[in-house]
């Protein structure tokens, strides 16, 4: 899994160089699956349960699931980019949301505030901890500050299929759910939005959007639960 886990880092990479105002999410797309293809692995998403591209691209109010297309990115858009690659029968799953140009305070914060809650998740994924763990130190973090996380999609276990069991959501309290043991593999994906946390799904059957028209962001790891505490398989090593 640490090799599929690089090959997703590698082209999150990537994606946050090559993404600017004026080109199409369809372009991202194809940017990915060259990478992932470069580096000997294959596109988990594509063909998933009829997904029809690699990656996932949503654009502001957009959570997750946006469909690659002829939209073009502009100036100011709250971008958040999904990846998932299969190395050797193994998967791994990561995303990361950036502002294109320049973009608002409201924007900027929000990205930040997503991209520690998915730190404060991390932390909490200690052996011998449990998944609630993982759900409060999340949503506190979140709400402390303003937000709402998305409950209607979860984060989950990875490993020889794209979505395992135990279900990571993003709010609950300690001391509930699995216990982590070693071994363990998961994928932690705080969703948070500036509005309501509720969701409406478009008719293309794949976006999730805020039901409100806020802006959301979306951060996400696959994390090793290891007897050293959580080992995060999606960052580039060296």
Partial sequence: MRQAGQVVAATIARLVAFVAPGVTTQECDAVAEREIQRRGALPAFKGYRGFPATICVSINEEIVHGIPGPRVVRAGDVVSLDVG??????YADAAV???VGESTQKAADLIEVTREALE?????????ARIGDISAAVER????RGYSVVREYVGHGIGRALHEEPQVPNYGAPGRGLLLRPG???AI???VNVGDWRT??????WTVV???GSLSAHFEDTVAITENGPEVLTRLKG
């Fill in 120 to 128: 404060r998740g991390i932390k909490a994924a200690q052996p011998g």
């Fill in 210 to 212: 805020t039901a409100d």
């Fill in 189 to 191: 994906e705080p969703m």
């Fill in 141 to 144: 973090f979140v709400e402390a």
């Fill in 200 to 205: 409406r799904l478009l008719e293309d059957q």
């Fill in 184 to 186: 363990m593999v998961i």
């Fill in 97 to 99: 949301t950036v502002k």
């Fill in 85 to 90: 690659a299969i190395a050797n029968g193994f």
